[in-house]
């Protein structure tokens, strides 16, 4: 039984959110970017520091490190307010080779760098969400009507449910859509 971040009820049914305890490293997906981080708590060497210097397009990565990190692409100054616990962690790279493969194109236009450069924020963006444990599965319940939240793993059926999702909004509302269209009542 895994504790509820959040449970929606629609219908008979019930949506239960809850953290993905062995969620997939995104880094491991088929990635755009290459990452090169080098933290005493983050270190990912995708590619080599000589090759920073090579990439078509590079965003520096902020981290900000205090019971949790937060990575950062922000292009302003300096994102976290906090000379102590934040700073630059590394760079997140395109190649050229990469970027030309990916959007099939010849040549690296400021439309296309301004795709990787958004492309390269959102991986970022999941992969800090990765690292702080804020993945997501949701599961669906049916016959749930007057069966109270805390009871629902023991007396109802789990007729549907998915893990590695990246916000709860996100799990809950994959999980209603799950659930033929009927009234929406939310509970926390």
């Known amino acids: 039984?895994?504790?509820?971040?959040?449970?929606?009820?629609?219908?008979t049914c019930a949506v239960k959110v809850v953290y993905d305890c062995e969620p997939e490293n995104p880094r491991d997906w088929e990635n755009l970017g290459k990452l090169h981080l080098d933290t005493r708590s983050v270190c990912v060497k995708e590619c080599e520091r000589d090759d920073i210097e090579k990439a078509r397009v590079k965003l520096p990565v902020y981290k900000y490190e205090h019971?949790?990190?937060?990575?950062?692409?922000?292009?302003?100054?300096?994102p976290f307010n906090?000379?102590?616990d934040a700073g630059l962690?590394?760079?997140?790279?395109?190649?050229a080779d990469d970027i030309c493969k990916a959007y099939d194109c010849k040549y690296i236009t400021?439309?296309?760098?301004?795709?990787?450069?958004?492309?390269?924020k959102n991986e970022i963006d999941t992969y800090?969400?990765?690292?702080?444990g804020e993945?997501?599965?949701?599961?669906?319940f049916a016959n749930a009507v007057g069966i109270d939240d805390n009871d629902l793993d023991e007396k109802c059926e789990v007729t549907d449910g998915c893990y590695g999702v990246y916000s709860v909004e996100d799990a809950v509302a994959e999980g209603l859509a799950c659930i033929p269209n009927e009234k929406v009542v939310m509970a926390e």
């Not at 400021?110 to 390269?120: D, M, S, W, Y």
Request: glycine share 8%; hydrophobic share 45%.
């Open 135 to 140: 993945v997501y599965g949701f599961q669906v």
């Open 1 to 11: 039984m895994l504790d509820a971040v959040k449970i929606v009820r629609k219908g």
């Open 128 to 132: 800090s969400k990765y690292i702080n």
């Open 110 to 120: 400021k439309k296309i760098v301004a795709r990787v450069e958004k492309e390269l």
């Open 89 to 95: 962690a590394g760079y997140i790279c395109a190649f």
């Open 67 to 78: 019971s949790g990190v937060a990575l950062s692409t922000s292009n302003a100054s300096y």
């Open 82 to 84: 906090d000379r102590w």
